[in-house]
């Protein structure tokens, strides 16, 4: 049976599961400058929101292994941290996206279909890890060991390769920046 905790908590994971891609998606496609604000495109954020990205990624690992050595303080501070990275993120990218011209990719070949692979993926699973990470956070905060490292089992693989691909995302098209 589901304690109480959890049920507590499960209204807010769905709301914050579907309210979290439909807000992004519609700021995404909202662009201040386009609308008459003067605001200065805010052009220095890409390589400080991947940076977060792979601060994100480096954390999670350590959360794997802070639990596996049993010290679940430190395993659930660094969780904790990874939630804020991922937070500071989102806003980070929206405020790019809203001040900011879309920048295209413009490699070439094969490797084009690499970077929209790697880039679908990333943004789907972006998306889907929402509620695996809330469900598997409320888990360990109520209590439900058994059931967050189950869950844990996949959340933990699906989210280091969000912030992962977000670092190559990144990368890829980086030298397209301002073309």
């Not at 496609?29 to 390589?47: A, H, Q, S």
């Not at 010290?71 to 990218?93: D, N, Q, W």
């Not at 295209?104 to 699973?125: K, P």
């Not at 280091?160 to 030298?175: C, D, E, H, K, N």
């Amino acid at each position: 049976m589901q304690n109480t905790i959890e049920k507590r908590y499960n209204i807010w994971i769905v709301i914050l599961s579907v309210t979290i891609p439909v807000v992004v998606a519609i700021l995404f496609g909202i662009n201040l400058r386009d609308l008459g604000y003067d605001v200065k495109p805010l052009t220095f954020l890409p390589p400080i929101y991947a940076a977060i990205n792979g601060i994100t990624a480096i954390l999670l690992v350590g959360a794997v292994v802070a639990i596996k050595n049993g010290k679940r303080k430190l395993h659930e501070a660094l969780v904790k941290t990874c939630i804020g990275c991922s937070i500071a993120f989102l806003a980070m990218y929206v405020a790019y996206h809203m001040t900011s011209e879309s920048t295209s990719y413009g490699g070439e070949g094969f490797i084009r279909y690499v970077y929209f692979f790697i880039l679908i993926t990333h943004i789907l699973l972006s998306i889907i890890i929402i509620p695996f990470v809330l469900i598997t956070y409320v888990r360990g905060l109520s209590g439900n060991f058994a059931k967050h490292r189950k869950l844990a089992k996949i959340t933990f693989p699906l989210w280091l390769y969000v912030a992962v691909t977000g670092v190559v995302v990144y990368l890829m098209i980086s030298p397209y920046y301002g073309s």
